[in-house]
Nanobody, 114 residues
Framework: QVQLVESGGGLVQPGGSLRLSCAAS????????MGWYRQAPGKQRELVAS???????NYADFAKGRFTISRDNAKNTAHLQMNSLKPEDTAVYYC????????WGQGIQVTVSS
């Protein structure tokens, strides 16, 4: 059973930055891909960014130029660096991993507000 634990969320002012981390309970080199999704109140969960085992990344249009996904294989951790945050980025952010099945973290709140 794969466990994913997110950290790094919180309250930030517009224009600020946050770095989310996703710690996995197993060797992330085995994952086909890892990703970050988000879900705002009243909206469907949506992809933010993903990175596959070869390091190829994919970003939602709203994330391009502002967010960066990375993975640290030595620490079995994936990160999402979020810069120039906007109020519309407020959501619960979820870590996701693909290894035959899809695994999800419990989610972490990110609030962008002045």
């Amino acid at each position: 059973q794969v466990q994913l634990v997110e950290s790094g969320g919180g309250l930030v002012q517009p224009g600020g930055s946050l770095r989310l981390s996703c710690a996995a309970s197993t060797n992330i080199r085995n994952f086909d891909a890892m990703g970050w999704y988000r879900q705002a109140p009243g909206k469907q969960r949506e992809l933010v960014a993903s990175i596959n085992r070869y390091g190829i990344t994919n970003y939602a249009d709203f994330a391009k130029g502002r967010f960066t996904i990375s993975r640290d294989n030595a620490k079995n951790t994936a990160h999402l660096q979020m810069n120039s945050l906007k109020p519309e980025d407020t959501a619960v952010y979820y870590c996701n991993a693909l290894l035959r099945d899809v695994y999800w973290g419990q989610g972490i709140q990110v609030t962008v507000s002045s």
